[in-house]
Nanobody, 126 residues
Framework: QVMLSESGGGLVQPGESLRLSCAVS????????MGWFRQAPGKEREFVAA????????SYSPSVKGRFTISRDDGRKTGYLQMNSLKIEDTAVYYC???????????????????WGQGTQVTVSS
């Protein structure tokens, strides 16, 4: 059984940076593409970024492209989301998930095969 654990969130000011981590336990991490998602208060969960199994393909939401960078460390079975130039509108609970199907992971109608973790809160405020 695959389990996800996000960490690294916090309270920062606009323009600052944070790096989120997603630890994946269970089956072999290298089998999975990985994605980050976020959910702001009163809004639906939305796609943020994804990375393929070999790290060769990445995708980003237009709202974060150029500011966020997704990466992975298969040896540590951990994925990362480096968030720079944070904006107030980036405030949300951030979640990660994994899927063997990259297209499904980046779909507008993504239905996770793995249960969501607890998420990590990112608050950007002046």
């Amino acid at each position: 059984q695959v389990m996800l654990s996000e960490s690294g969130g916090g309270l920062v000011q606009p323009g600052e940076s944070l790096r989120l981590s997603c630890a994946v336990s269970g089956r072999q991490f290298q089998m999975f593409n990985m994605g980050w998602f976020r959910q702001a208060p009163g809004k639906e969960r939305e796609f943020v970024a994804a990375i393929s199994t070999d790290g060769g393909i990445t995708s980003y939401s237009p709202s974060v492209k150029g500011r966020f960078t997704i990466s992975r460390d298969d040896g540590r079975k951990t994925g990362y989301l480096q968030m720079n130039s944070l904006k107030i509108e980036d405030t949300a609970v951030y979640y990660c998930n994994v899927d063997p199907d990259y297209r499904a992971l980046t779909s507008d109608y993504y239905r996770p095969r793995v249960s969501w973790g607890q998420g990590t809160q990112v608050t950007v405020s002046s």
